[in-house]
């Protein structure tokens, strides 16, 4: 595939430039209101995953400001380089500010893909909301027998109330069973995500500063004495051609991970980072108008098993949802 129409510099978005410099409208967090009241009418039983939770948004804010960071460290770096006056390092500096703007789109990508796990989570919170009233009936029944017990013995209405607290009891059992198993199957299949979409971060950024390194080396930097010219640069060739294969290793790229496996039929709610097809460095070098969107998949393995694939998701998203109060 041909990528020779566009331009491998940064300084192409100077008109978009102020784009990723600041928070975006959707990812400014509140102040004081109905998110903070929240945690205190938590069920005791889902508090402290409430609290997780709570915290893990705190990380994906973290990594989301970080690629905002890097993408205008990368238009400042390209900038600085135009305006020094030195062919050589004008060009450099560019391209260099490519590939960290790239590193910056990496880092959005995983805060996307921790959100996602993130929403995994959520739903063991949910169950576990769901079960605190039938743990809360059962309690309220066996202390009501023991009051009545203690003070009408023979009285009638304990046998209603045994023959509801077995009712309750078994219920609870479903509730219990199910949150269980429902703990267990999403305690996986989040963190499954996460470590996959950190493996996939992780070795796109060393592909990424590799070619980087590749860069620097074309950067004469011997001494000239003064009055004699520096020698004009001769490798914007080969700098745009370290571009392409740094395009084309992230394009080329495969996760390599054993799979997670779980006993669950149903369909993995997985969703990653990138497609390993598609991706290219044009986000950061003209508007972000080309992604590829991808899904978690769940092939069979063993008798009664599936395992959960590598996620994969699009990189070139406009950030996250707010917090909601439903959440």
């Not at 900038?79 to 060009?91: F, I, K, P, V, Y």
């Not at 490798?235 to 745009?240: S, V």
């Not at 290219?280 to 063993?302: D, E, H, K, W, Y």
């Amino acid at each position: 595939m041909a990528f020779g129409n566009r331009a491998l510099s940064i300084r192409s978005n100077k008109s978009n430039k102020g784009g990723r410099s600041g928070p975006s409208n959707s990812t400014k967090r509140g102040g004081f209101g109905l998110n903070s009241l929240r945690g205190a009418a938590q069920p005791e039983l889902s508090r402290r995953l409430y609290k997780l939770i709570k915290s893990e948004n705190n990380v994906i804010s973290a990594y989301e400001t970080a690629g905002r960071e890097r993408a205008s460290v990368a238009t400042q770096l390209s900038e600085w380089g135009e305006q020094t006056g030195d062919d050589g390092l004008s060009d450099i500096s560019d391209k260099v500010g490519v590939l960290l703007c790239e590193l910056g789109e990496q880092e959005d990508s995983y805060a996307h893909a921790l959100d996602d796990s993130r929403g995994v989570l959520k739903q063991i919170r949910n169950t576990e909301k769901s079960v605190q009233p039938s743990r809360d009936h059962k309690a309220k029944l066996a202390d009501e027998i023991g009051k009545l017990k203690l003070k009408e013995p023979e009285s009638q209405k304990l046998l209603v109330l045994e023959q509801e607290l077995v009712r309750a009891e078994a219920e609870n059992l479903v509730a219990e069973a199910q949150l269980t198993n429902i703990t267990r199957q999403k305690l996986k299949e989040a963190y499954a995500a996460e470590l996959a979409a950190t493996i996939e971060r992780a070795e796109k950024q060393i592909i990424l500063a590799k070619h980087g390194r590749r860069l620097l080396n074309l950067l004469d930097d011997s001494p000239v004495v003064p009055g004699d010219a520096r020698p004009a640069f001769s490798e914007a060739q080969q700098a745009r051609q370290i571009l392409n294969d740094a395009e084309d290793d992230l394009r080329e790229w495969q996760p390599e991970l054993e799979d997670v496996h779980t006993t669950s039929y149903h369909e993995a709610s997985l969703v990653g980072m990138n497609g390993a097809n598609g991706k290219s460095l044009a986000n950061c070098t003209r508007s972000r108008g080309n992604s590829i969107n991808g899904s978690g998949n769940v092939s069979p393995t063993i008798e009664g098993e599936t395992a959960v694939e590598a996620p994969r998701r699009t990189s070139s998203g406009s950030g996250r949802e707010m917090e909601t109060v439903a959440e």
